[in-house]
């Protein structure tokens, strides 16, 4: 199962997290995504905490195309420093995850 991974992605507006979702399903470095917000964010951001009103992409991939999706969603992000980042799959079901694999490149 550790082939498979969760991204999670925030962004600004609800409209860059469609933008950034639809383009990496064209590109079939995800199968699918979820987003949700909007959700408050809190952190460290030049020496100061800032909060945001943020959306949170929650992505599902193939761990072998994390680099791809990682260089992509830095082209179209509007952040310096967006958050990227993987979770493990550890288990799923057969169904879902088979799905899964033909979706993705």
Known sequence: MSDYIIVLVTTASKQEAERIVKHLINDRLIACAN???????????????????????????????????TEAVKILHSYKVPEILALPIIEGSRTYLDWLETCLG
Not at 35 to 57: D, H, M, N
């Open 35 to 69: 987003i949700i917000g909007p959700v408050t964010s809190y952190f460290q951001w030049e020496e100061k905490i800032e909060r945001a009103e943020e959306y949170l992409a929650i992505m599902k991939s193939r761990k072998d195309l994390f680099d791809r999706l």
